[in-house]
């Protein structure tokens, strides 16, 4: 995250992150606005896309990216589907045995997928979620 953010400031880019408590790493380049943690509880979703919503209010990005499918719900709950503010999704990696439950939590979002590498993205696929390309971490 650390490194995606300064290489997004070092091109000219302002970077803001919503994440749950302890993350980002010390020196974070932007503001930081906090989530609740989900930890798979899907009755904490609403509330998270609440807070993510009141921060993307306040600080108005042009695009949002969500990482790994908990925060793709999250988002696409904030964004509605990733129409306001334009939004999508980076999958990095998954347990084999969750990649058919990502799958339809993904496609459920109507989010854009991209994955983080060719393991992730053949997992994805091979579970029926179509990904608009891959990029090798």
């Keep these: 995250m650390l490194t995606l953010a300064n290489g997004s400031r070092a091109a000219g880019y302002e970077v803001a992150v919503a994440a749950a408590p302890g993350s980002p790493p010390d020196g974070f380049p ?57 939004a999508f999704v980076s999958v990095r990696g998954l347990p084999n045995e969750d990649y058919a439950r990502a799958a339809r939590l993904l496609r459920w979002t109507g989010l854009p997928v991209l994955a983080c590498g060719p393991g992730v993205a053949a997992g994805l696929q091979e579970a029926g979620c179509p990904i608009i390309g891959t990029i090798t971490n």
């Design 30 to 86: 932007g503001p930081v606005f906090p989530l609740p943690m989900l930890r798979r509880r899907a009755w904490l979703v609403p509330k998270a896309a609440g807070a993510l919503r009141a921060a993307l209010r306040r600080w108005r990005p042009q695009v949002v990216q969500a990482y790994n499918p908990g925060m793709a719900a999250v988002t696409a709950m904030a964004t509605r589907r990733g129409s306001r503010p334009p």
